[in-house]
């Protein structure tokens, strides 16, 4: 409806895009129809899901590790300590843990590089300032 409140001369009537090809989509853009069918996105979603959960099973078992710790202590959690404590063990085996301490060996360098050169604070600072 334009904005002055009158009644447009002529209705635009949509169809329904078509769900067996593009052509007679509502695209602005003329489509041509693709030479194979289309992948499914579920299958597609599914898969991508999968693989990252793999990754993060295998690479983040030090996450998972520190995770159960900060449960609250209960039977339950205690077997999940024990589980994750176990996983991480198994995974340090085949050195799937050296990427994270690596990484975590470099950014402890570059902290402590960084913050030789400061000064301490003074002690009294924090009294002098309140």
Do not use: C
Not at 46 to 51: E, F, G, L, P, Q
């Amino acid at each position: 409806m334009p904005r002055d409140g009158s009644v447009p001369d002529k209705v635009i009537e949509r169809t329904p895009a078509d769900a067996n090809g593009l052509a007679l989509s509502l695209s602005p853009v003329d489509l041509p129809e693709p030479p194979a069918p289309l992948p499914n996105g579920l299958r597609w979603t599914t898969i991508t899901i999968a693989w990252a959960t793999l990754v993060l099973l295998l690479l983040n078992a030090h996450a998972l590790r520190s995770w159960a710790y900060q449960l609250p202590p209960t039977d339950l959690s205690a077997k999940v300590v024990t589980l994750a404590e176990s996983w991480y063990d198994n995974v340090d085996r085949f050195g799937l843990n050296r990427p994270v301490e690596a990484m975590h060996g470099w950014w402890q360098t570059a902290k402590d590089h960084r913050f030789r050169e400061e000064q301490p604070a003074p002690a009294d600072a924090g009294r002098a300032a309140g």
